[in-house]
């Protein structure tokens, strides 16, 4: 219970009765606050023990003190995926052996806080363009992850407070928005804000709906789960001012990657963006919810919206209670909460978007944040092959057949399971694809899938354009995979279903799938033309997400874009065009179709989501959310408060994070010791992904990863995603920096996956896997460090790209910027982040790479000082290097972790020992 030292412990009276709050009016200038310092101050007053959380923490708040004052946030609820709710549980299953190995209870492994998990991130598109293609990849999603769906539901009888949603409900964040979120709380007689930790960086969607959430690794999820709050320094608050309204033509998706470019080159890492101003009231709550989505995109933690009018009447529409919608209007008014357009709050800094100066917008062809006007996305391309040393073949639309695809057939036993077919020559050829052309065009996403308006615009185009006798080009992977299942009702409603079908724009599954690289094998021809020609493909997807590698190993150009755009772009087989002057096609008349003409009006895209979608498709869709279908009911599970793990499991192993949790590597007796002798795993350059840290997509077969599971039995056709295989560390260690497209600068005519090993003496130069490198040093008990750039761990909250550094025996990393997630991860992971100072890098420098490094300064002493002597020791001449660098444990709570070795050893100590007087 609060020790409320403010007495702001009131009474409000609602449908529901009266509820206890705790009145943010009680401490004076908090009413000046946004939005989402006036929740943290909730969030305090509610956990003040004097201890974690005191009155100065709120006082810091409330003062402006963003950046330079540490504050303990407990989460309401955790919110997990499959891919990370799996190594979730596989820690915390590890986590009750080692309490059952001392002798304890593992059952006081046990959840404090409620827990939700959506398996969303499997399915992969096998099978496209057919009726039966959502059952056929249901069934190869259950034949491959059988094993992982057992251990979930496991996890769900072994912990009280955690509930799964089983596979084909739709994608994690679009249920969020649509029926988990309270917006408001209420336990215990006590009503409070909704707030959410989540294992994907895109739990912020549901910012859109006014709940403040953001994501976190897997490492942090586990401490929430457990009670541990979420330790950070206090986010500023950048107000973004919105006024005007969207021109005809132009997406909520246009004015979202438009928004992202310009937070991006603002700079709002480490901040939450908070929109306010008269434009709020004119954006749709599906737009706020597009718009939060790509909050890691922007680099931001939260991306959020007050409570108004359109938040009330979207919780009614998606069929939330009455009582809970007038729960949500009282507290939101009485705490300050509900949006005044006309009140500007005290924010950090602020800025103005002008609605009326988007403009139709891709982005790519690497990054969300890299924004190209429709009109240039051939001068985009032509840049990025000019980079990659071709010659662009002189732009021009490939566009213009009203030939469709042969239909799919299923593959044999044995075969590939591909689907669809493809015509057209390798590379080069005059009526085959050429570089640039659109191998994978995706409607996918939660991102764009949650918005009514761009889906039924997508499906009016389709309706359109085959009226006029188009279709897409032959070489054109084409799948829908929303977010919802409720988008497949309104969609049929609205009879536009079927004509997504003929352009191939069929239903494929629920699930995140392309977008999170479940993309499957391009066409037969395509893949052959990109391995064997060097053909340089590219895909058009509506999700978030376009790094190297994400979407498909066999794709190297990325476009982000709305989902109407998608299917143009199918239509036009290639991004070598400039939609806004050149015809996607000859319609069956003869006559050249231009994009405009088949691009729906606001007036016919407002009146077909008004006729075709109700709150009853809602309430329906979601009546059964945790009932699954007929295979996960059949599946049997394990029992028991222990974990039984199978030695012979491709799928599940006892991870190794607690062997030997005594103490960290960076630890001894007396306290820490300083990293001395070490090597370079990887030189890096500037935007190092998570994704390039450690893959997500399918495993090749040649990889290190596919090699293992091929010797252990698992067939070629088996082998799935690295993403699947989280809970086998023995397969994610091999993919550690192992993404082909990641550039290690000292071997810089190879692709990722290598590093080099100069022996014991330094004399030698040995280039080998990573993985291969990195044993060799362990077995000289040499430590290894990583050195990037800016924006080092940027995209997805992956915990596994922390845990591949520290499985591969890398003490340190050593970076210009860092992103706020994966940061955090590391030192969760044992691994000491560490920054140059401002200006300086491993250029400026003159590090190549080929040094041996010591970090002083921390030997002996129970905290790492912020600031460490570095020396990096040439190994050929002997010639040193001498500089400082910023060590990144940002708060005292990151200080005790990394004390102990990571979060779980210190878990563990708490557990058996008690809390100590750290």
């Known amino acids: 219970m609060s020790i409320d030292s403010h007495r702001s412990r009131r009474r409000l009276r609602t449908p529901a009765g009266e509820l206890d709050f705790f009145r943010l009016d009680a401490v004076p200038g908090a009413w000046e606050l946004p939005f989402a310092h006036k929740v943290m101050v909730e969030n305090l007053l509610r956990h003040e023990d004097g201890d974690l959380v005191s009155v100065e923490d709120v006082r810091a708040v409330v003062e402006g003190r963003s950046g330079a004052h540490e504050i303990a946030f407990h989460p309401s609820r955790v919110f997990l995926h499959d891919t990370n709710g799996v190594p979730v549980l596989t820690d915390l299953a590890a986590l009750r052996d080692a309490v059952a190995a001392q002798g304890g209870d593992p059952g006081r492994i046990e959840g404090v806080v409620p827990a939700e998990l959506t398996v969303d991130h499997s399915v992969s598109t096998d099978f496209f363009a057919r009726p039966d293609a959502p059952r056929l990849n249901v069934r190869r999603e259950y034949e491959r992850n059988g094993e992982r769906y057992r251990f979930l539901k496991w996890g769900q009888q072994a912990l009280d407070t955690l509930r799964v949603v089983p596979p084909g409900a739709g994608i994690m964040h679009q249920i969020n928005v649509e029926h988990l979120a309270r917006v408001v709380e209420v336990r215990d007689?006590?009503?409070?804000?909704?707030?959410?930790?989540?294992?994907?960086?895109?739990?912020?969607?549901?910012?859109?709906?006014?709940?403040?959430?953001?994501?976190?690794?897997?490492?942090?999820?586990?401490?929430?789960?457990?009670?541990?709050?979420?330790?950070?320094?206090?986010?500023?608050?950048?107000?973004?001012?919105?006024?005007?309204?969207?021109?005809?033509?132009?997406?909520?998706?246009?004015?979202?990657?438009?928004?992202?470019?310009r937070m991006r080159r603002l700079g709002v890492v480490g901040s939450i963006?908070?929109?306010?101003?008269?434009?709020?009231?004119?954006?749709?709550?599906?737009?706020?919810?597009?718009?939060?989505?790509?909050?890691?995109?922007?680099?931001?933690?939260?991306?959020?919206?007050?409570?108004?009018?359109?938040?009330?009447?979207?919780?009614?529409?998606?069929?939330?209670d009455e009582e809970r919608v007038q729960l949500v209007e009282a507290y939101a008014k009485e705490q300050g909460l509900w949006h005044d357009p006309a009140h500007r709050p005290r924010f950090d800094r602020t800025v103005t978007v002008d609605l009326g100066e988007i403009v139709p917008s891709l982005a790519g062809p690497r990054r969300p944040q890299d924004r190209v006007d429709l009109r240039d996305t051939a001068r985009a391309l032509h840049r990025s092959l000019s980079a990659l040393g071709r010659v662009p073949a002189g732009g021009g639309s490939t566009a213009g057949s009203d030939d469709s695809a042969e239909p799919s057939v299923e593959p044999e036993p044995g075969a590939d399971a591909v689907s669809g077919a493809a015509s057209g020559a390798a590379s080069g050829a005059a009526d085959g694809p050429r570089d640039g052309a659109v191998a994978i065009a995706a409607i996918t996403s939660c991102t764009n899938t949650s918005n009514p308006a761009v889906m039924v615009a997508a499906g009016l185009l389709a309706r359109n354009a085959v009226r006029r006798g188009l279709r897409p080009r032959p070489w054109v992977k084409t799948s829908l995979a929303p977010g919802s299942r409720v988008v497949v009702d309104y969609l049929e409603r609205a009879d536009l279903m079927g004509d997504l079908e003929r352009l191939g724009f069929g239903l494929v599954?629920?699930?995140?799938?392309?977008?999170?690289?479940?993309?499957?094998?391009?066409?037969?021809?395509?893949?052959?033309?990109?391995?064997?020609?060097?053909?340089?493909?590219?895909?058009?997807?509506?999700?978030?997400?376009?790094?190297?590698?994400?979407?498909?190993?066999?794709?190297?150009?990325?476009?982000?874009?709305?989902?109407?755009?998608?299917?143009?772009?199918?239509?036009?087989?290639?991004?070598?065009?400039?939609?806004?002057?050149?015809?996607?096609?000859?319609?069956?008349?003869?006559?050249?179709?231009?994009l405009s003409d088949l691009w729906p009006t606001e007036a016919e895209v407002a009146a077909v989501s008004s006729a075709s979608v109700e709150p009853s498709m809602y309430t329906e869709v979601y009546r059964t959310l945790f009932d699954g279908d007929e295979n996960w009911r059949e599946l049997t599970a394990p029992e028991g408060p222990v974990f039984a793990w199978d030695p012979a499991s491709t799928y599940l192993q006892r991870p190794p994070f607690l062997d030997g949790a005594a103490g960290s590597a960076a630890t001894g007796p007396g306290g820490h010791r300083d990293v001395v002798g070490a090597r370079v795993l990887q030189l890096l350059g500037d935007s190092v992904?998570?994704?390039?840290?450690?893959?997500?997509?399918?495993?090749?077969?040649?990889?290190?990863?596919?090699?293992?599971?091929?010797?252990?039995?698992?067939?070629?056709?088996?082998?799935?995603?690295?993403?699947?295989?989280?809970?086998?560390?023995?397969?994610?260690?091999?993919?550690?920096?192992?993404?082909?497209?990641?550039?290690?600068?000292?071997?810089?005519?190879?692709?990722?996956?290598?590093?080099?090993?100069?022996?014991?003496?330094?004399?030698?130069?040995?280039?080998?896997?990573?993985?291969?490198?990195?044993?060799?040093h362990m077995e000289r008990g040499q430590d290894l460090i990583v050195i990037g750039g800016r924006e080092y761990g940027t995209g997805s909250s992956r915990d596994w790209a922390a845990k591949v550094t520290t499985l591969l025996g890398v003490r340190a990393v050593l970076a210009e910027s860092f992103e706020r997630i994966h940061r955090?991860?590391?030192?969760?992971?044992?691994?000491?982040?560490?920054?140059?100072?401002?200006?300086?890098?491993?250029?400026?420098?003159?590090?190549?790479?080929?040094?041996?490094?010591?970090?002083?300064?921390?030997?002996?002493?129970r905290e790492v000082p912020a600031v460490l002597r570095a020396t990096a020791r040439r190994l050929g001449t002997g010639e040193v290097v001498e500089f400082t660098v910023r060590a990144r444990l940002d708060t005292s709570r990151e200080q005790l972790y990394y004390r102990h070795g990571g979060l779980l050893p210190y878990i563990l100590e708490q557990v058996l020992q008690g809390p100590r007087s750290d």
């Open 509 to 594: 599954g629920f699930g995140c799938m392309t977008c999170i690289g479940n993309s499957g094998s391009l066409l037969p021809e395509v893949e052959s033309a990109v391995r064997e020609h060097g053909l340089v493909a590219a895909s058009v997807t509506s999700g978030n997400r376009n790094f190297d590698g994400r979407v498909n190993n066999d794709v190297s150009l990325n476009f982000l874009a709305s989902p109407p755009l998608v299917v143009a772009f199918a239509l036009a087989g290639t991004v070598d065009a400039d939609l806004t002057k050149e015809p996607l096609g000859t319609g069956s008349d003869g006559e050249p179709v231009m």
């Open 189 to 261: 007689g006590l009503a409070f804000p909704d707030t959410v930790a989540g294992t994907d960086s895109h739990t912020t969607m549901v910012n859109g709906l006014s709940v403040l959430a953001w994501g976190v690794g897997g490492i942090e999820a586990e401490a929430a789960m457990l009670g541990q709050p979420v330790s950070l320094l206090i986010p500023p608050v950048v107000g973004v001012e919105l006024v005007g309204e969207l021109p005809p033509g132009v997406t909520a998706t246009d004015l979202v990657l438009t928004v992202t470019e």
């Open 689 to 776: 992904t998570t994704d390039h840290i450690c893959p997500a997509g399918r495993i090749p077969s040649t990889s290190a990863a596919g090699t293992l599971l091929t010797d252990a039995g698992v067939a070629a056709r088996e082998l799935n995603t690295y993403a699947s295989r989280r809970g086998n560390w023995r397969v994610m260690r091999l993919a550690g920096f192992a993404n082909p497209r990641l550039e290690n600068r000292m071997t810089p005519d190879l692709p990722g996956g290598r590093a080099v090993d100069f022996g014991a003496d330094g004399r030698d130069r040995v280039v080998d896997a990573v993985h291969v490198v990195a044993d060799r």
């Open 273 to 320: 963006v908070e929109f306010f101003g008269p434009g709020v009231a004119a954006t749709s709550l599906a737009t706020r919810c597009t718009l939060a989505n790509m909050s890691p995109e922007f680099g931001s933690t939260s991306a959020i919206f007050p409570v108004d009018q359109r938040t009330l009447d979207f919780l009614r529409f998606t069929g939330r």
């Open 824 to 861: 955090s991860n590391l030192v969760g992971m044992g691994v000491l982040p560490l920054q140059f100072e401002d200006g300086q890098s491993a250029r400026s420098l003159g590090l190549t790479g080929e040094e041996e490094y010591a970090f002083t300064g921390m030997e002996g002493r």
